[in-house]
């Protein structure tokens, strides 16, 4: 199979109106009305177009070079081999994974206790690298999950964010998003809630509604007396009807991933506080430890979130989370009973593995 070239921008030039020199097997284009019995322009055009696909394509030529052999500019060149990919005269396939991520996923799914699984390649244990590349080579799988009606329920986070920016555009106009927690942060665009929302809407087709509420209040009684605010009902209403829902899984309370957090918004003797406490991981606002036991904290209390009950209502849950940093946590949020579906990366599917089969041999 060859493999696909970069076509570099177009850029202006006053070549392009060129007439081609005589190469064998190219057509001659003509200007003027010709004689009678002459090709069609469009079938000319046509054909121009195929040979410079296959020139670059199957004969590996540069499209430098095809620019000298035809006369064309090189964005000319350029033009007409995206033309021929849009009209479906080329088309570009990339072989599907191999049958190793597919055997994997199945055996951690099963490890996990979960409806199934979708593993991406993976190298790095950045955390930062490990979680945008997973995110963005899950996001073909991911998008092909999304219905294209009902109400699709969105977290925030750096994973997140990074899967949304990459899902392929859809046709969703009967699916509504809502944020699952509350919370605006511009400064921080992953963790801005209401713009992600917006955003996926975009991106899908979709319609979305928005939560004008911050993530946490001062106390229980001020987020009691927001949620019964008829501005936040037609919001988290909602939350009772999700068709999916795509989440995030933190890492621990200590956790330092090189990206901003919702742990870190604790406060240094908070997060130490609810390590001593044996949490492992955050999920949609709500604390967990790593059997899976849901948390009450006095921070959870005050947090605009999803209940758990309505989590527990949706008909799919889909949780995307990738690097070592977080494998205690994956592990910890599949038990809870709460996730149908986990994307991860080949890396932090290996390392699930190997600490659940651990303690197997350990018990």
């Given at each position: 199979?060859?493999?696909?070239?970069?076509?570099?921008?177009s850029q202006p030039a006053a070549a392009d109106t060129a007439e081609a020199p005589s190469i064998p097997g190219a057509p001659k284009p003509r200007n003027g009305p010709g004689?009678?019995?002459?090709?069609?322009?469009?079938?000319?055009?046509?054909?121009?177009?195929?040979?410079?696909?296959?020139?670059?394509?199957?004969?590996?030529?540069?499209?430098?070079?095809?620019?000298?052999?035809?006369?064309?500019?090189?964005?000319?060149?350029?033009?007409?081999?995206?033309?021929?990919?849009?009209?479906?005269?080329?088309?570009?396939?990339?072989?599907?994974?191999?049958?190793?991520?597919?055997?994997?996923?199945?055996?951690?799914?099963?490890?996990?206790?979960?409806?199934?699984?979708?593993?991406?390649?993976?190298?790095?244990?950045?955390?930062?690298?490990?979680?945008?590349?997973?995110?963005?080579?899950?996001?073909?799988?991911?998008?092909?999950?999304?219905?294209?009606?009902?109400?699709?329920?969105?977290?925030?986070?750096?994973?997140?964010?990074?899967?949304?920016?990459?899902?392929?555009?859809?046709?969703?106009?009967?699916?509504?998003?809502?944020?699952?927690?509350?919370?605006?942060?511009?400064?921080?665009?992953?963790?801005?809630?209401?713009?992600?929302?917006?955003?996926?809407?975009?991106?899908?087709?979709?319609?979305?509604?928005?939560?004008?509420?911050?993530?946490?209040?001062?106390?229980?009684?001020?987020?009691?007396?927001?949620?019964?605010?008829?501005?936040?009902?037609?919001?988290?209403?909602?939350?009772?009807?999700?068709?999916?829902?795509?989440?995030?899984?933190?890492?621990?309370?200590?956790?330092?991933?090189?990206?901003?957090?919702?742990?870190?918004?604790?406060?240094?003797?908070?997060?130490?506080?609810?390590?001593?406490?044996?949490?492992?991981?955050?999920?949609?606002?709500?604390?967990?430890?790593?059997?899976?036991?849901?948390?009450?904290?006095?921070?959870?209390?005050?947090?605009?979130?999803?209940?758990?009950?309505?989590?527990?209502?949706?008909?799919?849950?889909?949780?995307?989370?990738?690097?070592?940093?977080?494998?205690?946590?994956?592990?910890?949020?599949?038990?809870?009973?709460?996730?149908?579906?986990?994307?991860?990366?080949?890396?932090?599917?290996d390392e699930i593995i190997r600490i659940l089969e651990a303690e197997g041999r350990a018990a």
């Open positions: 199979m060859e493999s696909a070239k970069e076509v570099p921008a004689p009678a019995g002459a090709q069609p322009a469009q079938l000319v055009d046509d054909e121009m177009i195929r040979l410079v696909a296959e020139l670059y394509y199957v004969r590996d030529q540069s499209q430098s070079t095809i620019a000298d052999l035809t006369g064309f500019s090189v964005s000319k060149v350029s033009r007409l081999l995206s033309q021929a990919r849009e009209t479906g005269l080329v088309r570009i396939t990339v072989e599907p994974a191999a049958d190793q991520l597919e055997r994997l996923a199945t055996e951690m799914a099963q490890a996990l206790a979960i409806s199934d699984a979708h593993v991406t390649p993976g190298r790095s244990d950045d955390p930062v690298r490990a979680t945008r590349l997973c995110a963005v080579a899950g996001a073909p799988w991911v998008g092909a999950q999304i219905p294209e009606a009902g109400v699709l329920g969105l977290a925030g986070g750096y994973t997140i964010a990074a899967l949304v920016d990459a899902l392929p555009p859809g046709r969703c106009a009967h699916l509504t998003i809502v944020p699952l927690v509350g919370g605006w942060d511009p400064a921080t665009r992953h963790l801005d809630i209401n713009e992600l929302a917006r955003r996926t809407a975009e991106r899908l087709g979709s319609r979305y509604q928005l939560l004008h509420a911050p993530g946490q209040l001062d106390s229980v009684e001020v987020k009691e007396a927001l949620l019964a605010d008829s501005a936040i009902r037609v919001t988290t209403e909602y939350w009772d009807r999700l068709t999916l829902a795509l989440i995030g899984i933190s890492g621990g309370p200590l956790a330092n991933p090189g990206y901003t957090t919702v742990m870190e918004r604790l406060g240094d003797a908070d997060r130490r506080r609810l390590a001593r406490e044996r949490v492992v991981g955050d999920m949609v606002g709500h604390l967990f430890t790593a059997g899976g036991g849901i948390v009450d904290d006095p921070t959870t209390d005050r947090t605009i979130a999803a209940p758990v009950e309505s989590l527990r209502r949706a008909a799919r849950v889909i949780a995307i989370a990738a690097g070592r940093h977080k494998v205690r946590g994956i592990i910890g949020a599949c038990r809870t009973g709460l996730v149908h579906t986990l994307v991860t990366d080949q890396p932090t599917a």
